[in-house]
T-cell receptor
Framework: DVKVTQSSRYLVKRTGEKVFLECVQDMDHENMFWYRQDPGLGLRLIYFSYDVKMKEKGDIPEGYSVSREKKERFSLILESASTNQTSMYLC?????????????FGPGTRLTVT | GNSVTQMEGPVTLSEEAFLTINCTYTATGYPSLFWYVQYPGEGLQLLLKATKADDKGSNKGFEATYRKETTSFHLEKGSVQVSDSAVYFCALTANTGGFKTIFGAGTRLFVKA
């Protein structure tokens, strides 16, 4: 079974802190994604990556950056956390291809910025 | 641009009732369509998918048919169980201009015993 793991289930950080969210997948998938999930808004794509060292902005990249140094690991970085970044963060991976493949999700990290 | 609209929840049903969650989409080209389910405290997992017009996806008693003429992909189940209580997301991935997946806002389903 595909397994996508995220480094923390719950995280509490202070405004202005630099925050790292880590995601690891064990299925050798080329594609990895970071979303945030907010009530009534569904999932919104922050960043995605097609391959090692490659990244593309999603729909809401402001205030975030990413790193993909190894194929299995995709990190989301909040450069200076703000209260409006309090959310559920979901990582996902998928095989290469033009969209017919499903995404496999991690359990999520619920981040609270105070 | 591409978009997905699904019915607002919450939807509350009694056990063994019939379920329909409506989903319509706007997309260029020929998207693939998905239903994902999120159980409490978990990430999303694929429930079913359809990759071309008139395809029917099915899994665990749930079904959805890709209707290009009405741009719809409604989720149905004939007899829901308490264990089906979850949030359901309709999604599409267009195969033109990259392959970002667009998710609907989600519909929360409560099933009462």
């Amino acid at each position: 079974d595909v397994k996508v793991t995220q480094s923390s289930r719950y995280l509490v950080k202070r405004t202005g802190e630099k925050v790292f969210l880590e995601c690891v997948q064990d299925m050798d998938h080329e594609n990895m994604f970071w979303y945030r999930q907010d009530p009534g808004l569904g999932l919104r794509l922050i960043y995605f990556s097609y391959d090692v060292k490659m990244k593309e902005k999603g729909d809401i990249p402001e205030g975030y950056s990413v790193s993909r140094e190894k194929k299995e690991r995709f990190s989301l970085i909040l450069e200076s956390a703000s209260t409006n970044q309090t959310s559920m963060y979901l990582c996902a991976s998928s095989p290469p291809g033009q969209g017919s493949y499903e995404q496999y999700f991690g359990p999520g990290t619920r981040l609270t910025v105070t | 641009g591409n978009s997905v609209t699904q019915m607002e929840g919450p939807v509350t049903l009694s056990e063994e009732a019939f379920l329909t969650i409506n989903c319509t989409y706007t997309a260029t080209g020929y998207p693939s369509l998905f239903w994902y389910v999120q159980y409490p405290g978990e990430g999303l997992q694929l429930l079913l998918k359809a990759t071309k017009a008139d395809d029917k996806g099915s899994n665990k008693g749930f079904e959805a048919t890709y209707r290009k003429e009405t741009t719809s992909f409604h989720l149905e189940k004939g007899s829901v169980q308490v264990s089906d209580s979850a949030v359901y997301f309709c999604a599409l991935t267009a195969n033109t201009g990259g392959f970002k997946t667009i998710f609907g806002a989600g519909t929360r389903l409560f099933v009462k015993a």
